[in-house]
């Protein structure tokens, strides 16, 4: 399985953005899908995920009500909406793909994408 994240640039705070990963592989509707950020100088951070199914997802609590993780398992794509951006949003947005798993914690997901750059001016 391979990942291939697109959609980050440059917005103004309270501009939207949508991030797409498409992945490679038979078996999409298989995997847990997750979206984290690295922040300059900092950790990386969960920021939403979903189900295989796409029936559930999980969003960090700094995102809630203003990202959107979805998923289109015909075009083994995930994507993120991100609606009223903010400066603090300014990261490197990694997808990450789980084997039956679909929760918060780096470690559950084995396979990652290469990053996408947001930047959110004020």
């Known amino acids: 399985v391979q990942l291939q994240a697109s959609g980050g640039g440059l917005v103004q705070a309270g501009g939207s953005l949508t991030l797409s990963c498409v992945v490679s592989?038979?078996?999409?509707?298989?995997?847990?899908m997750a979206w984290f950020r690295q922040a300059p100088g900092k950790d990386r951070d969960f920021v939403a995920s979903?189900?295989?199914?796409?029936?559930?997802?999980h969003y960090a609590d700094s995102v809630k009500g203003r990202f959107t993780i979805s998923r289109d398992n015909a075009k083994n794509t995930v994507y993120l909406l991100m609606n009223s951006l903010k400066p603090e949003d300014t990261a490197l947005y990694y997808c990450?793909?789980?084997?039956?798993?679909?929760?918060?914690?780096?470690?559950?997901?084995?396979?990652w994408g290469q990053g996408t750059l947001v930047t959110v001016s004020s």
């Open positions: 592989g038979r078996t999409f509707s298989s995997y847990g």
């Open positions: 990450a793909a789980a084997k039956n798993s679909w929760g918060p914690r780096e470690n559950e997901y084995g396979t």
């Open positions: 979903i189900i295989g199914r796409g029936t559930n997802t």
